[in-house]
C-alpha cells in the first residue's frame, strides 16, 4: 500500500471513529433517560422500558432499506443523510419538553435511533474494508473502543447534568417547593433538553465536516460503492452463508443481553440496590469505564490471540458472573455487572467482523441484517424489566435473560463463526 493510500485510509478512519463515539453517546444516554422518564412521565419499570423498543424497533426496520440507499449511492450520502435526521431528531426535544407526554418522546428515540441506523449501518463495514481484511476484527475492536469512550461520557458525565438527585411523588413532594408538583415535573422536564441539544449541535458540525471531506470509495467484490451494476440492492440470499446466520443470531442475542443490564442499570441501583442518584451514575460511569477499558485491552490482546478464541473465554465469563448476579443480587450483583461490563467489550464488534468475513460484494446486506439483529434490544430488555418488576423479592433472577444471551456468543465463538459454505 503506498503513503497516499495509507494517509487517505487513515483520515477516512479517524472521521468514522468520531461515528462510533457518537452513537454510543446516543445510545448510552438511554438508561438515564429511562430513570428521568420514570418520574417526569410517573412511570414504572416495565413502562419505562419501552423507551428502548422505540429506539431499538428502528435497527430493525430501517437497516435494509438503508443499504440499498447506501449501495445505490455511497457510504458518505448514508452518513451525512443520517447525521441531519440524528441532529432534528435531537432538536425536537424543544416540543417535547412543552408536550411532556410520554408518546412525543418515544417519537423522538425513533427518529433520533434511524439516523444512527444510517451511521451504524456505514461505518462498520466501512471499517473492515478500508485496510487489510486479516486485521479487521482488530481495527473495528479499535473503532469500536470510541464507542467505549462515548459510553463512559454518557454515563459518567452527560447522566449527571439530567438526574438532579431529588425523587418526589405527588404525596412526598415538600409544601414550599416552587411551583409544587408542575413545577417539579417540568423542571425535570427541561433537565432532559439540553444533553440531547448538545448532541444535535455537534452532529450538525460533523455532517458539516463530511460534505467537505473526502472518502475513499471502496471495492466489494467486482464493482465499487455507488457504482451501477446488475447486482440486488439487497440480496437475501446472503443469509444461506451459516456463519452469517449465525452472527446474525449472536448479534440479536449479545445486544439484547447487554442493552438489559446496561437500561436497567441505573434503576438497579436506585431501586433495589438503595443508592442516590448521584452515586449511581458515578457507579453508571464506572461501569462504561469498565466497558472502554475491555475494548482497549481487548484490542491489544488480539494482536496475539485469535478472536473466535477470546469471544468463547469472554462469554463464558460471562456467563459466569450474570449467576453471581442471580444468586446475590444486591451489592455483589453490581460489582459483578462491572465485570460483565468489562467482558462484553470485544463481542459486539468480533462478532460483526466474524460474520462479514468473505461476503465480498455482499457485504452491504450481510451489515445491513446483523444491524437489524440489534431488534434484540427492543424485546429482551422489555422481557427482563417484566420479569425484575413481577417479583420484586427475588429481583436478580431477570438477569437469567442475558446469561442465556451470553451462551449463543459463546457457541458463536466456538463453532458459528466458522465459513463452511
Not at 452518513?79 to 419538553?97: E, H, K, R, T, Y
Not at 428515540?109 to 478500508?130: K, Q, R, S, W
Not at 460534505?211 to 465499487?224: R, Y
Not at 462504561?288 to 468463547?312: D, E, H, I, S, Y
Request: hydrophobic residues 50%; charged residues 10%; aromatic residues 16%.
Amino acid at each position: 500500500m503506498n503513503n497516499n493510500k495509507k494517509n487517505t485510509y487513515t483520515i477516512a478512519l479517524a472521521l468514522i471513529f468520531s461515528l462510533f463515539f457518537i452513537w454510543a453517546i446516543s445510545s448510552n444516554l438511554l438508561p438515564t433517560m429511562i430513570r428521568q422518564l420514570m418520574k417526569t412521565c410517573e412511570l414504572n419499570t416495565f413502562e419505562a422500558s419501552f423507551t428502548e423498543t422505540a429506539y431499538w424497533l428502528a435497527y430493525f426496520i430501517f437497516p435494509i432499506p438503508i443499504a440499498m440507499f447506501m449501495k445505490k449511492y455511497s457510504y458518505k450520502a448514508g452518513i451525512i443523510f443520517g447525521l441531519c435526521l440524528a441532529a432534528m431528531g435531537g432538536l425536537l426535544f424543544f416540543p417535547a419538553s412543552i408536550i411532556r407526554e410520554y408518546w412525543a418522546y418515544l417519537g423522538i428515540f425513533f427518529i433520533i435511533a434511524t439516523g444512527m441506523c444510517f451511521l451504524e449501518t456505514a461505518a462498520n463495514p466501512y471499517v473492515t474494508v478500508l485496510g487489510d481484511p486479516k486485521t479487521a476484527p482488530r481495527r473495528l475492536n479499535l473503532a469500536q473502543s470510541f464507542n467505549g469512550l462515548g459510553a463512559f461520557i454518557a454515563a459518567m458525565f452527560l447522566s449527571k447534568l439530567v438526574l438532579s438527585g431529588q425523587e418526589y411523588s405527588r404525596e412526598t413532594i415538600p409544601a414550599d417547593y416552587t411551583g409544587g408538583w408542575e413545577g417539579y415535573i417540568q423542571f425535570e422536564t427541561d433537565a432532559m433538553k439540553l444533553p440531547y441539544l448538545i448532541l444535535a449541535g455537534v452532529l450538525i458540525v460533523i455532517a458539516v465536516v463530511f460534505v467537505f471531506s473526502h472518502l475513499p470509495k471502496i471495492k466489494e467484490g467486482d464493482h465499487e460503492e455507488g457504482q451501477k451494476n446488475d447486482d440486488k440492492l439487497i440480496d437475501f440470499k446472503v443469509l444461506k452463508r451459516s456463519h452469517l446466520r449465525w452472527g446474525v443470531i449472536a448479534q440479536f442475542f449479545y445486544n439484547g443481553g447487554q442493552t438489559a443490564i446496561n437500561s436497567l442499570f441505573l434503576v438497579y441501583c436506585c431501586t433495589y440496590a438503595g443508592m442516590a442518584e448521584g452515586t449511581a451514575t458515578t457507579f453508571f460511569g464506572l461501569y462504561m469505564l469498565a466497558f472502554l477499558l475491555g475494548r482497549w485491552v481487548g484490542t491489544m490482546l488480539m494482536v496475539k490471540f485469535k478472536p473466535q478464541n477470546m469471544l468463547v473465554v469472554y462469554a463464558l465469563t460471562n456467563i459466569a458472573l450474570c449467576a453471581v448476579i442471580m444468586i446475590f443480587g444486591g451489592m455483589a450483583g453490581l460489582y459483578a455487572m462491572l465485570g460483565v461490563s468489562f467482558f462484553m467489550s470485544i463481542m459486539y464488534p468480533t462478532q460483526f467482523s466474524l460474520a462479514l468475513e468473505g461476503l465480498g460484494k455482499n457485504t452491504k446486506s450481510g451489515s445491513a441484517f446483523l444491524v437489524m439483529a440489534i431488534v434484540g434490544n427492543a424485546c429482551l430488555p422489555q422481557l427482563t424489566a417484566y420479569i425484575m418488576h413481577h417479583n420484586e423479592q427475588i429481583y436478580q433472577i431477570a438477569y437469567i435473560i442475558p446469561l442465556i444471551c451470553f451462551v449463543f456468543c459463546a457457541y458463536y465463538g466456538w463453532k458459528g463463526y466458522k465459513v463452511v459454505d
